[in-house]
C-alpha cells in the first residue's frame, strides 16, 4: 500500500487579481514544496480553499500537480464532502487521474451518527477498492468527532489506510493507535501537534507550515524517529511560533500572507475568506524575519 512519507503539505491555492485559480503559480509551488522537503501534497483540501472551488478547478488543480510532480512526490486529492454520493464521484474522478489518494473529511454541517460516518466512509472506500484512502477529523470545522472505535472499524477495509488526526487531543490520538494495526498511520492536523503525537505513534504530519519550513520538518520527524529525541524538540520549539503565527487567524489567510512577504505572488483568498489584517501580517513578517525565512526565497 502506498506510503505518503513524513511530511505531507496541505497545498494553498494561487489566485490571480481577477479571482481566478493561477495555474502557472501552482505549477511552480508544487515543485518548490518538493524541493523544499514535501514527500507529499494534499491537493484541494481545507488549506486549498476546497468551499469556494468548482469541482472543474479542482481537477483541473490534481491534473497540474501532478504532472508538475510526478515521479518525485504523492498526490492526494481532497476530494471529501458531506454527501457521500458526491464525494464517491468527485474520489473516483481523482483515481481515474491517477493520483496516488484521497483525504475524505468528516461529513460537516449534517452531523451524522457514528454508525452513519462509518457508512459514509465504507461506501466511498467499496466504491473506489484501490484507491487509498486517509480519514480527516476536524471536530472543530466539521462539528462532530470520529471516535477512535469508528476508526477502527474503518481501518479493518484495507483501501483505508491513514488518517489526519485534527481534534487536538493527544489520548484521542493513542487510542487511536492503540486500536489500529502498526500499518495504519496517523498524521498530526496540526503543526503544534505533531511532536506530541509523535510521540504516541503518529507516522508525521499534514501541514500548512511546510509551505515555509518542510525541510526542518523533515529534519525534527527524522531525529525524532532516531531516537534523537532533544534534538526533534529543539526544532519544534524553535518553530513554534511559525505555527502559532500562521494560525493568527482562520486558515489559510495567514500562510498566503506568509508567502505573499516570501515573494510568491498567490492572491487574496476567495470570498467569504478575506486578506490578512494589518497587524495579522505584521506579525507574521515579524516571526519571518526572526527565522530567517524572507531571505530563503
Known sequence: MVDFGRVIT??????????????????KLAVHLVDRGSDTLLVCGTTG???????????ELFRVVKNAVSGRAKVMAGTGSNSTREAIEATSKAAALGLDGSLQVVPYYNKPP??????????????????????????????????????????????????KEASGSTEQAAQIRRLTPPEFAIYSGDDAMTLPLLSVGARGVVSVASHLVG??????????EAGRHQEATQIHLELLPLFKALFLTTNPIP?????????????????????????VSQAIAEVLDRLGLRSQT
Not at 10 to 18: E, L, M, Y
Not at 127 to 151: H, S
Request: hydrophobic residues 40%.
Open 114 to 163: 457514528q454508525e452513519g460516518l462509518y457508512r459514509h466512509f465504507r461506501a466511498i472506500a467499496e466504491a473506489c477498492p484501490d484507491f487509498p484512502l486517509v480519514l480527516y477529523n476536524i471536530p472543530g470545522r466539521t462539528g462532530t468527532n470520529l471516535t477512535p472505535e469508528t476508526v477502527a472499524r474503518l481501518a479493518r477495509l484495507s483501501n483505508i489506510v491513514a488518517i
Open 10 to 27: 496541505a497545498t494553498i491555492v494561487p489566485f490571480d487579481a481577477d479571482g481566478n485559480v493561477n495555474y502557472a503559480v501552482m505549477e
Open 49 to 59: 480553499e476546497s468551499p469556494t472551488l468548482t469541482w472543474e478547478e479542482e481537477y
Open 255 to 279: 500562510i498566503k500572507c506568509a508567502l505573499e512577504h516570501c515573494g510568491w505572488n498567490v492572491g487574496k483568498p476567495r470570498l467569504p475568506l478575506c486578506e490578512a489584517s494589518e497587524a
Open 215 to 224: 525541510d526542518r520538518l523533515q529534519e525534527a520527524i527524522g531525529a525524532f
